[in-house]
Each structure stands twice: as C-alpha cells, then as structure tokens.
Nanobody
Framework: QVQLVESGGGLVQAGGSLRLSCSASGSISIFTMGWYRQAPGKQRELVAVTTSGTSTNYADSVKGRFTISRDNAKNTVYLQMNSLKPEDTAVYYC?????????WGQGTQVTVSS
C-alpha cells in the first residue's frame, strides 16, 4: 500500500504559476506516476504522466505550460504549472500505478482567477 499526499494548491491569478507536490509513503521508483484533475461537473482527466523510465506525456491542453518531474530519492512527484488559465481550475490528484496496483491521493484544489 502506498499513500499519496498532494500539496501546493491554492488560488492564483491567470498567468501565474504553482508547483504541486505529491509525497509518497514508500518508494515510487517502479511506479508510473501521474497527475489528474477534475473540474466541477466534469470527468477526471489525465494532465501529465511520468513512467518509471522517466518518459513523460501531457494532455494537449497543458503542453508547453506544465512540467511533470519525479525525485525517486525523495519519493516525490512534482507538477510545475506555468501560464495558468481559469480553465485549469480543478482538484488535482496524484496517482501511482503499476500492474494491478493503483493508488490515489486526496487531491489539492487549484483555483485560477481571471
């Protein structure tokens, strides 16, 4: 069992930046780590993912603005979010996945004001 705790959310003006962190209770080195978000009335969607081999993939809506990174030594994954837009407002969730294992954090709210 891996527990994930997100932090770093908050209120920011459009054009601003935030960095989200996801701290895991155990080693994340073998997991594919991802950030997802869910806006009110919408389905949860993938934002960015990094594999255990450190390749990355992004939703088209965040390419060029968001960067996912991982520090396996600290069991932490980050999401650097720049040039934030009001449509980025959502609860952001951290996910760790490998084979049948699929863990989620509780989420952190990101609100972008126009």
């Amino acid at each position: 069992q891996v527990q994930l705790v997100e932090s770093g959310g908050g209120l920011v003006q459009a054009g601003g930046s935030l960095r989200l962190s996801c701290s895991a209770s155990g080693s994340i080195s073998i997991f594919t780590m991802g950030w997802y978000r869910q806006a009110p009335g919408k389905q949860r969607e993938l934002v960015a993912v990094t594999t255990s081999g450190t390749s990355t993939n992004y939703a088209d809506s965040v390419k060029g603005r968001f960067t996912i990174s991982r520090d396996n030594a600290k069991n932490t994954v980050y999401l650097q979010m720049n040039s934030l837009k009001p449509e980025d407002t959502a609860v952001y969730y951290c996910n760790a996945r490998r084979w049948q294992f699929d863990y989620w954090g509780q989420g952190t709210q990101v609100t972008v004001s126009s």
